[in-house]
């Protein structure tokens, strides 16, 4: 399949963006989607909130948000998958309080961003075992077992 992971950072951290390539490839390739595009975006604390607050309705810093669109590029035929939006020190905070990497961390958000781009949810115990199955499997394949939420089912 082919797809398209466009990366931006106002955080100015870019040297994640390989591990953000590597991690949305592998839920693209693990999960047999469609070819399509996804945007990625590390930023700050700040402008998370104010995302969150602006989009969910809620007024709290997040670790990541996830924008699925879903429409179809008629040029290329392309799925937008949607936008992940990564706050940097909120994952730099987890991934201490978790006792591993900052790369682990943002593997982890990166996945379970795209997970959510492509409809998994974790609302209820069956959808939360399901999404969190394709989660443990995907970090595991690609060396990020460290990052596994402590709370899986």
């Not at 100015?12 to 595009?37: I, K, M, N, W």
């Not at 930023?43 to 969150?52: G, H, K, P, V, Y």
């Not at 309080?97 to 982890?108: K, M, N, Q, T």
Request: hydrophobic share 40%.
């Amino acid at each position: 399949m082919s797809y398209q992971i466009h990366l931006d950072s106002d955080s100015g951290d870019e040297s994640l963006f390989p591990t953000l390539q590597r991690c949305a490839a592998a839920v693209l390739t693990h999960l047999q989607a469609d070819p399509g595009e996804v945007t990625i975006l590390l930023t700050s604390a700040e402008r998370i909130r104010d995302l969150n607050q602006r989009f969910a309705g809620h007024d709290y810093t997040t670790d990541v948000l996830s924008f699925p669109d879903g429409s179809i590029d008629p040029g290329t035929e392309y799925v937008y998958f949607g936008d992940i939006i990564i706050a940097v020190p909120v994952a730099e905070q987890q991934a201490r309080a978790g006792g591993h990497s900052l790369e682990a961390e943002v593997a982890l958000l990166a996945v379970h961003g795209m997970l959510h781009l492509l409809g998994f949810d974790h609302e209820s115990p069956e959808t939360h075992q399901t999404m969190w199955a394709h989660q443990r499997t995907i970090l595991t394949a690609l060396s990020y077992a460290s990052a596994i939420p402590q709370d899986e089912p």
